[in-house]
């Protein structure tokens, strides 16, 4: 009884301590995205990136930040600056995922992340968290879109704008890292 | 009167459960052991200030019978809570709740009003899992806080309608166990909480008596729901049962019987921007005779302001 007891209460602990995120994106994976391809998550151009945000149906969170979301692929969006939506929960499919890309406006693909290994792989546990990758597969930026939750604010730090004005200028971004904020990802 | 550590925590997880900003968040659930100030996953720390005022209507007897407070007789209460939480863990988290106390109270023959500080809380919260972040499994926490005898014990009070006892007189250990789960907005939660009371010894007309009070039981259930604009309202409704105390030696005529304590309550959290919001809550001691049990009946108004750091 000892040893179960002892043994439950070791996974607890595990099972609550998060992976260190990974400094360098899966180039092999390809998902399947709500516009009827698949997608690399790692850009094969030199100097383009891909702008990865975690995204849950759920999250008041992310929703609050929606606006934000398209004038970002609209003062960002080119050849060079790709834009992704992942789904890693576990309710994830592709029917769900064209629902909410229409509900929410995006102009961006949802991909599917079945089993959540771009999530676990990038340190995504909260909807919102948003990686931007080079090339390389080299983690650029990782974290929230800005410093804000809901009540949005206009003196909010734009980390994920600012740090692609940066990456675009071949400069590294001001802010590498932040902290999301968003809704938890219901990852199993 | 009815401040005793576990009514501080009872009201303080209600507090809590109206910050419950469902949403697959898997924040501030329906419980926290001992004081009103959670801190949701995304927060490091926050401190608050909380005022409550509360009106003694009615009281249950021994035997669980219902009756309405005899007339030109008052009781009200009013506390004033500062408190406060950190982060200490990714999952794991302290916090703190200093409480201000004061108690009027009327009979036809007298009036008195006092107070002071009342009892000091600490406590902890560790989450094994969040709520929201698995299907099947729910969110799972410990909690533990221990409450320090530094109010003003009934033995101890001046005043003649003891009007100036702010706190239990003894210290009192707090352990229990938190599982909610979230349901797009809705969060609903369960909370086990046991506390117990250390020994403790008081001078009577006859000599030194030592009394011991049986371990506290509560359960508390709570369903919140978080509106878009994060503002979130809750519902609550709370179970507790002690056992018989223990007096040695034997008083003749001391009054010695286990008691149950109901509570329900409507809770409701407004955020003006991301770091501060307001928070208040309803509750009230269903009336009902056979609910209760050696127990006052009241209605409490409470209110808290909140300041968070992400």
């Not at chain 1, 390389?136 to 009540?151: F, H, L, M, P, Q």
């Not at chain 2, 919140?224 to 030696?249: I, K, Q, R």
Request: aromatic share 8%.
């Amino acid at each position: 009884v000892v040893v179960k007891r002892t043994a439950v209460l070791t996974w607890l602990i595990f099972a609550s301590c998060a992976a260190s995120p990974a400094a360098q994106a899966p180039s092999e994976s390809r998902l399947e995205g709500t516009d009827g391809t698949l997608h690399t998550i790692v850009p094969r151009e030199q100097g383009a990136y891909t702008v990865v945000i975690f995204v849950s149906p759920d999250c008041h969170v992310l929703a609050a930040h929606d606006d934000r979301l398209r004038k970002l692929v609209t003062d960002f969006g080119s050849s060079r600056v790709r834009f992704l939506a992942v789904d890693s929960e576990v309710d994830a499919n592709l029917e769900r995922d064209r629902a909410l890309a229409v509900e929410r406006r995006y102009p961006f693909p949802i991909v599917v992340d079945r089993g959540a290994d771009l999530a676990r792989s990038l340190g995504a546990t909260y909807a919102g968290h948003t990686v931007i990758v080079d090339h390389t597969g080299a983690v650029r930026y990782r974290g929230g879109i800005d410093s804000d939750r809901v009540k949005l604010r206009d003196d909010a730090t734009a980390y994920v704008a600012d740090a692609l004005t940066d990456l675009l200028a071949g400069k590294p971004p001001r802010v590498a890292e932040s902290k999301s904020l968003g809704c938890a990802l219901r990852l199993r | 009167m009815g401040r005793s550590g576990l009514r501080a925590a009872l009201l303080a997880a209600a507090i809590v459960a109206a910050a419950a900003r469902a949403s697959a968040q898997a924040c501030c659930a329906g419980a926290a052991a001992v004081t009103p100030g959670r801190l949701a996953i995304h927060e490091d720390a926050l401190v608050g200030l909380q005022l409550k005022t509360s009106n003694v209507f009615g009281s249950f007897s021994t035997d669980g019978s219902y009756a309405s407070a005899p007339p030109s007789t008052t009781e009200w209460g009013f506390e004033q809570d500062m408190f406060g939480a950190l982060r200490v863990l990714p999952r794991g988290q302290l916090a703190l709740l200093v409480p201000l106390i004061e108690t009027y109270r009327r009979t036809p023959n007298q009036s008195s009003l006092g107070g002071g500080i009342g009892d000091i809380n600490f406590s902890a919260r560790y989450d094994f899992v969040l709520a929201g972040e698995a299907r099947y499994i729910p969110g799972i926490a410990v909690l533990a806080g221990v409450t320090f005898p530094t109010g003003e014990s009934i033995e101890s009070a001046d005043n003649d309608l003891g009007t100036d006892a702010t706190g239990v007189g003894t210290y009192q250990a707090n352990l229990g166990l938190a599982i909610e789960q979230t349901a797009g907005p809705w969060l609903f939660g369960v909370t086990g909480l046991v506390a117990k009371r250390a020994s403790r010894t008081v001078d009577t007309v006859t000599g030194p008596v030592t009394t011991s009070l049986a371990a506290q039981w509560t359960l508390l259930a709570s369903t919140a729901y978080t509106f878009p604009n994060d503002a979130a309202l809750a519902v609550l409704a709370s179970y507790a049962v002690e056992g018989t105390p223990e007096v040695a030696p034997p008083v003749n005529g001391a009054l010695l019987t286990p008691r149950r304590m109901p509570l329900l309550g409507l809770v409701g959290l407004h955020p003006f921007t991301d770091a501060w919001r307001l928070q208040g809550g309803l509750f009230l001691t269903p009336p009902i005779s056979s609910f209760g049990q050696a127990t006052t009946a009241q209605v409490e108004f409470v209110l808290a302001l909140l300041r968070s750091w992400s």
